[in-house]
């Protein structure tokens, strides 16, 4: 039961391919799966089964802050030493809804990239043991964990699909 | 199953590349190797880099009186300048986040340039306002901060508004940037040995393109475009409320703001032109960027030099038809005043020669938009030349107008601004990948075993 799980990276030339074989490993329920692709590819994400992504409620979050913040920081500044300028009021509502809605952006802006940092697991310091050169530049990949005993079953899947290359290695189970 | 055809992913744009992997080989040679002619323009920024700061720093040292400004034109050539560079700046915006939402397929091959453009156009649009202050050790001022005698800026100032929009801007136009070279920068890396591989492991973050992080990446990237889009066409606003807020003839006009965002993004999509057409032939890009990519940006570029002309003619109109005396003046002035040639070049180059581009010919003939599109940059800098300096220079009472003059200094300090935007638009270019490797292979056709249509067995 404490067996090492087998990790198997495959590399794929064809866009069909990969996306045959990740239904394929999904149809035979294994499910420590991971596609590598030089660039966004719905079809896979699709394969894979992807739904919302968590990072609009970070965006979201980080929007509302930033208006919250723009009022009440010109509303206070304006309270906290109040002077008369203009013979507009202290507190002038219309030209605080620049302040709020650029800070609005900033805020919503930065909780974005740092919910796309945490959600992706960026900076990603550990040595890319199970990864390919080829991954940037036109080929497609999957790895995937499985125990030792269901290996030869999966490694069946992978191979059905003609992948340009096959290659076992693990990696330390990742946070 | 994947079964987008050629014609559905966009292929048409780009038909002599084959191999997803020939963009990297194609994009990446780019970072490889300097040929002479990056030297040579290299030196000649470096210089003018040189130029700029001996210019501002003799300003600093000996004060502002260096500068042409004074009692009435207090606004000169620096905050001419400024809009100018806060308006190239507009383009790379509205290229990479506006055309992204609108899955505009044309954008990839222009965007990363376009949007590097920006980044650097506000860097430059930036230090202006630190050389106009003139005693710039005390620029943190515009900062709010909890200072000793409790006093916080007049949040009721376009300026005050200003420095919240253009530091959100660069901001966020830095940080987009910056996020959508990241899957570029781990194709460099791969591609390269070395330092330049250490240098490339660092800034890529270990990106590896797996299914997870494209997934957050692409929501990510989304959320970043939408709110950069409304981010793009308040900055330029803001800046029009510099002017308009104030009630100086010629200024005080509810038309500024569109007026502002039009020209920017007229102004920016010149720059693209101006910039992409050297670089396209010197790195080879001929491939990548196609006169279909040329006739994209032409066609934005007449639309809104279209909207431009339609405020010129209404600002006139509008002057006429208030039957005001003071607004009147200002724009009679404004055509035939001291500052007559100003308005005259403006009026040729963003009304008279973007006419050439109704012609298809014209549209694809890669020398002629870029001669176009340098007479349009020419046309927007005195644009807001005018808008600054006409309108300050003949207020309401007779016995305060005056005549402002250029100084050398600001001279120095105007044309250095275009070296200092151009040493980091190449080092740029030397340093990251040019044209947006991952988001080109978006638009080509996926490379497949069966053909489509063919039974998935």
């Known amino acids: ?175 | 199953m994947p079964t987008a055809t050629r014609t559905e992913r966009g292929a048409l744009t780009h038909p002599d590349i084959e191999h997803l992997g020939d963009v990297n080989r194609d994009i990446l040679k780019i970072l490889a190797r300097p040929g002479k002619g990056w030297w040579a323009l290299f030196g000649l920024a470096a210089a003018g880099v040189g130029l700029f700061f001996f210019s501002w720093g003799e300003q600093i040292y000996k004060g502002i009186g260096l500068s042409g400004l004074n009692e009435p034109v207090g606004w000169g050539v620096y905050i001419t300048s400024f809009v100018f560079w806060v308006g190239i700046a507009h383009s790379g915006t509205l290229i990479s986040a506006i055309l992204f939402l609108f899955r505009a397929p044309w954008r990839q091959a222009v965007y990363r340039t376009a949007e590097a453009m920006t980044v650097f156009a506000v860097m430059t649009a930036g230090l202006f306002p630190l050389i106009h202050v003139g005693r710039v050790w005390h620029a943190y001022w515009l900062i709010p901060y909890p200072n000793s005698r409790f006093l916080w800026p007049n949040f009721r100032s376009p300026l005050v508004w200003d420095v919240f929009a253009v530091t959100t801007y660069f901001t966020v136009s830095a940080v987009f940037f910056f996020i959508g070279t990241i899957p570029d920068l781990a194709a460099a890396r791969d591609g390269a040995r070395g330092l330049r591989r250490k240098l490339y492991q660092v800034i890529s973050m270990g990106w590896r393109g797996t299914d997870r992080q494209w997934h957050h990446f692409g929501k990510a990237y989304i959320f970043l475009a939408a709110l950069a889009t409304p981010l793009v066409l308040s900055v330029h606003s803001v800046v029009s409320w510099d002017f308009a807020m104030a009630i100086v003839p010629g200024w005080h006009a509810t038309i500024f703001a569109p007026y502002f965002v039009a020209g920017a993004i007229y102004s920016g999509v010149a720059m693209v032109i101006t910039l992409i057409v050297p670089m396209r032939k010197i790195f080879g890009l001929e491939a990548y960027v196609t006169t279909k990519h040329f006739d994209a940006l032409a066609k934005l570029c007449l639309l809104t030099s279209l909207i431009v002309l339609y405020a010129y003619l209404t600002e006139f109109f509008m002057a006429w038809y208030s039957g005001e005396e003071i607004e009147r003046t200002a724009f009679w002035n404004r055509l035939f005043g001291d500052y007559w040639w100003a308005t005259w070049i403006m009026l040729t180059c963003n009304g008279l020669v973007p006419i050439m581009l109704w012609f298809r010919r014209i549209r694809q003939s890669i020398p002629a938009l870029f001669v176009i599109s340098i007479f349009v940059n020419i046309g927007m800098w005195f644009e807001r030349y005018v808008i600054v300096v006409t309108s300050l220079h003949h207020e309401y009472e007779p016995w305060a107008w005056g005549i402002y003059r250029p100084s050398l200094t600001e001279m120095g300090i105007l044309v250095g601004s275009f070296a200092w935007f151009g040493f980091w638009f190449l080092l740029f270019t030397r340093v990251l990948p040019p044209v947006a490797i991952s988001e080109l292979k978006e638009v080509l056709p996926p490379p497949l075993r069966r053909r489509p249509g063919e039974a998935h067995s």
């Open chain 1, 1 to 175: 039961m404490n067996e090492p799980n087998t990790g198997i990276l495959a590399g794929y030339e064809y866009l069909d391919s990969v996306v045959g074989a990740i239904e394929g490993l999904k149809k035979a329920g294994f499910k420590e799966l991971r596609a590598y692709s030089p660039y966004p590819e719905h079809h896979i994400e699709a394969a894979m089964g992807y739904g919302q992504s968590v990072v609009r409620v970070f965006a979201l979050v980080g929007g509302l802050t930033g208006t919250a913040t723009g009022f009440a920081f010109t509303i206070f500044t304006s309270m906290d030493w109040p002077l008369v300028t203009g013979g507009k009021p202290i507190v002038s509502i219309p030209a605080y809804v620049v302040i709020a809605f650029e800070l609005t952006v900033l805020f919503g802006a930065l909780a974005t990239v740092i919910g796309l940092f945490i959600n992706a697991r960026l900076p990603w310091l550990k040595p890319n043991v199970v990864y390919d050169p080829e991954f940037s530049a036109g080929r497609y990949g999957i790895y995937v964990e499985v125990p030792p005993t269901r290996a030869d079953e999966a490694r069946r899947i992978l191979t059905e699909q003609e992948p340009a290359e096959l290659r076992e290695g693990t990696e330390a189970p990742h946070a």
